[in-house]
């Protein structure tokens, strides 16, 4: 048992006894008993109607517009009252949103939850024929779009088949619903179990799948979002006075994209029950960025490991300067390469810099780890939600015991109900109330989270497995490297051989050869890439900067 499991345990159990803020009770969902937070709000209309408190203060910025709460509160009402007197929404419609990051997408989603139907936000970089894909899953009764959106869909040959009344909201027909003084939306009676969600998959492999989530699990993982925070302080009291001293009022940068839990939860939704405030970029720029943090005076950005990378790399960038407001930066998914690690704890020293573990089907809810806690064990994902069980699992589905590395499945009252109308699929990711996440990783004796790879990611070289993480890891650690994957490539000896991609640092030509002999100096032997391929054009990502292995291996792996 290290030195600090003791207080992570005492803070946790502080935080959850009886009567305190984020007290646990049993809820039976599915048949299970699960762990809940006894005052997280049962709905999401009553998470965003506590919002309403924060009246005057600012909410967003974007592109020149500043929202207090009230403004926005009184254009999504509006927009409630007519969706729910004009168009004849009813609870459960589903209500689908393509368009990117703006003020626009945040009132549409919340006037479609104040009224119970389920918003069903699409991928916003999705080309014209897969905007379609998703209209023809999600059979949505309303659809709102921007202009560059309704473009793509018009142009798609599937164009005459949408089936959908489509508000574009760049035209005239915005501004006048959510004009003021219109129908007054009556609150749509919900329980619990309610649909209040369908948010699609990244998609980073195969189709995307449209994940249903219900009134409960949106609400317990919002509140859970606070309970990290509540954490992190009580574990981080040097930090937190550091920030406390600096007298800024929390702002958010926010880059990642709303259609995603990491956008949508814990940024969007989070900042508005806590009356924070986002500042919308249009598009990701970290030049841009930089010099947004400077004039807006952000205090936190949260994105992917390669969005904070190029942030951290862009010229100019200094903590002592244009970036002084940040209190600290965070990221989501597995253990972040080691030349990052460094960079972040080297620039933000007693910061509320962290990490967490989630997954689209748990909503965003797994394991968090922030400020003190980060720093001493950055390599982790964080410690597990008290509303979550967690099982690093077996090939037979039986957990392993404590350090053993094996697949890490999640329960809890934010696992999703099923993925939209697949009932194969679903099956298949859930056993017995248990989420089989596909990822790889372990748990040490103090209770913290490792996330090795993705199952499919692991190589099998002769028996060997190799996370492909670790390696790119390492070659990340060389001076002229920007990026790197590894992937497995077929071979007739070993099963499986390790190749590598390399994105060189501008200006930089690094060797081949000089590469393989980095990785064979610190990594075993099995370990070193058979080839290194190196790249001129940066590495294809999705929306969300999740690497396109399926992509790499196409190219590089026949």
Same mark, same amino acid.
């Given at each position: ?34 762990? *809940? ?53 009813? !609870? ?46 999600? $059979? !949505? ?109 929390p702002a958010t940068l926010t880059v990642v994209p709303l259609f995603h ?127 979550? $069980?967690?099982?690093? *699992? ?115 030509? !690094? ?48």
């Amino acid at each position: 048992m290290t030195a600090d499991a003791p207080r992570v345990d005492t803070a946790i159990a502080q935080l959850t006894a009886p009567g305190a803020p984020f007290e646990l009770v049993d809820v039976v969902v599915g048949g299970h008993t699960l762990k *809940a937070y006894r005052h997280a709000p049962a709905t999401v209309p009553a998470l965003l109607d506590a919002a309403r408190v924060h009246g005057a203060k600012p909410f967003i910025a974007w592109q020149g517009q500043h929202w207090s709460v009230e403004r926005f509160f009184t254009a999504a009402d509006a927009l409630a009252g007519r969706m729910q007197a004009e168009l004849g929404l009813r !609870p459960g419609d589903r209500v689908a949103i393509a368009m990117r990051n703006r003020p626009e997408w945040a009132i549409a989603f919340v006037a479609a939850a104040l009224v119970g139907a389920v918003p069903a936000p699409l991928n916003s970089f999705g080309l014209g024929a897969e905007l379609h894909a998703a209209l023809a899953d999600v $059979e !949505p009764v309303l659809l709102f779009v921007d202009r560059e959106r309704r473009e793509r869909l018009d142009a798609a040959p599937a164009a005459a088949a949408l089936r959908c009344r489509m508000v574009d909201v760049d035209t005239e027909a915005w501004p006048a619903l959510v004009a003021p003084a219109g129908p007054r939306a009556n609150a749509p009676a919900l329980a619990a179990d309610d649909p209040a969600l369908l948010l699609f998959t990244s998609g980073s492999a195969a189709r995307p799948k449209a994940v249903l989530s219900s009134q409960r699990a949106v609400c317990q993982a919002v509140f859970n979002i606070d309970f990290i925070g509540a954490l992190s302080g009580l574990t981080s009291p040097k930090a937190v006075a550091a920030l406390m001293a600096r007298g800024l009022a929390p702002a958010t940068l926010t880059v990642v994209p709303l259609f995603h839990v990491s956008g949508l939860h814990a940024q969007l939704l989070t900042n508005l029950r806590n009356g924070r405030r986002l500042v919308f970029l249009p598009r990701w720029d970290p030049r841009q960025a930089l010099q947004t943090i400077r004039d807006e005076c952000i205090t936190q950005f949260n994105a992917a490991p390669a969005m904070v990378m190029q942030l951290l790399e862009t010229p100019g960038f200094d903590p002592a300067g244009d970036a002084r407001t940040l209190g600290g930066v965070g990221f989501g998914g597995a253990g972040l390469p080691q030349r990052l690690i460094e960079q972040v704890l080297g620039m933000f020293p007693d910061s509320m810099s962290g990490i967490g573990f989630g997954l689209t089907e748990t909503n965003g809810v797994g394991s968090a780890v922030s400020g003190t806690l980060f720093a001493g064990r950055p390599n982790s994902s964080g410690v597990r939600s008290p509303i979550v $069980e967690l099982r690093i *699992a077996g090939g037979d589905g039986q957990a392993l015991p404590v350090g053993e590395v094996g697949e890490i499945w999640l329960r809890g009252v934010t696992v999703m109900q099923g993925y939209w109308r697949n009932a194969a699929a679903s099956a298949q990711a859930l056993v017995d109330g248990w989420l089989r996440t596909g990822d790889v990783g372990r748990v040490d004796e103090a209770g913290f989270l490792y996330v090795v790879d993705r199952l499919k990611d692991v190589i099998n070289r002769s028996g060997e497995k190799i996370a492909a993480a670790e390696v790119e890891s390492c070659l990340m650690q060389h001076p002229e490297v920007a990026e790197a994957a590894v992937i497995a490539q077929p071979d007739p000896v070993t099963g499986e051989a390790v190749v590598a991609i390399v994105v060189p640092r501008p200006g930089t030509a !690094p060797d081949a050869q000089a590469l393989r002999a980095h990785v064979a100096a610190r990594l075993a032997a099995y370990k070193v890439p058979l080839r290194v391929h190196l790249r001129a054009e940066p590495m294809p990502r999705n929306a969300v900067g999740k690497l396109l292995r399926t992509e790499l291996r196409s190219a590089y792996a026949s």
